[in-house]
């Protein structure tokens, strides 16, 4: 049953599903992509990175699915922090594959990091691959969030541990009027300026407020056979960390 996050896309009147069009916008962005993140988060998502790859370190996972990969920067960080670890990374966007390969290739990690093309909703992989699989700022994107959460808890072994990163709708009053001034008005023209897409950050905008966040989310986590599921807002509650086992 698709849930009301879900038909958010990134062109409001385009007759393209919504797969097609997140690939297509992140296509389009790629080549900015990690400048972007870095301008308008302050470098403070680098942060968030880290501190959710932390939650692994108990599990000291042999390995890693990094779902909705983009240009690996969590992937690359996951390999920093867990080593020993072979990731491997999954995206929908042929763009950013190919930006992320470009930084592994840099790194000399093309044995420990391997991205290749793929949906969150059809991993291809079979049960009880991983350790860990693992999504940073993707699953607002998935076209049907059920049916991805669904198909990462399959390809996780028994034991194993999903960590999710991803923004949330801060719950002060003025933190929040702050952050949706910020994300509707000024991400737009920074992005303007900087030349990439501007109607991608309005979509960041409009899909966050839309998402099931904090509470909501653990629910679905649970009915989609997860256990042990919790949440960390960060950074007054722009984005929080949910992990939880199979």
Not at 145 to 170: C, N, W, Y
Not at 199 to 216: G, K, Q, V, W
């Amino acid at each position: 049953m698709p849930l009301p996050h879900d038909p958010i896309t990134p062109e409001q009147h385009s007759i393209l599903p919504k797969k097609k069009q997140v690939a297509n916008m992140f296509d389009r962005i790629a080549g900015r992509y990690d400048f972007m993140n870095r301008i308008l988060s302050g470098r403070i998502d680098r942060q968030w990175r880290k501190a959710a790859l932390r939650k692994l370190k108990a599990k000291q996972p042999k390995y890693i699915l990094d779902v909705a990969t983009g240009t690996a920067d969590f992937a690359l960080m996951a390999s920093a922090m867990h080593k020993g670890a072979h990731i491997t990374g999954i995206d929908i966007s042929s763009g950013m594959l190919a930006a992320g390969k470009r930084k592994i290739l840099r790194k000399g990690l093309q044995s420990t990091i391997e991205l290749q093309e793929g949906d969150a909703e059809t991993i291809n992989a079979p049960a009880n691959t991983f350790d860990a699989v693992t999504v940073a700022f993707g699953v607002r994107n998935f076209e049907n969030l059920l049916a991805g959460l669904s198909e990462m808890h399959r390809v996780l072994k028994p034991d194993g541990q999903v960590l999710i990163l991803e923004f949330s709708t801060p719950r002060n009053p003025l933190i929040r009027f702050c952050y949706n001034t910020y994300m509707k008005g000024i991400a737009p023209i920074l992005a303007r300026l900087f030349g990439t897409d501007h109607h991608a950050y309005t979509y960041l905008n409009r899909s966050t407020n839309a998402f099931p966040d904090r509470e909501h989310f653990i629910y679905l986590l649970k009915e989609t056979g997860y256990t042990d599921a919790s949440f960390q807002p960060l950074t007054f509650g722009i984005c929080c960390i949910y992990t939880a086992s199979k």
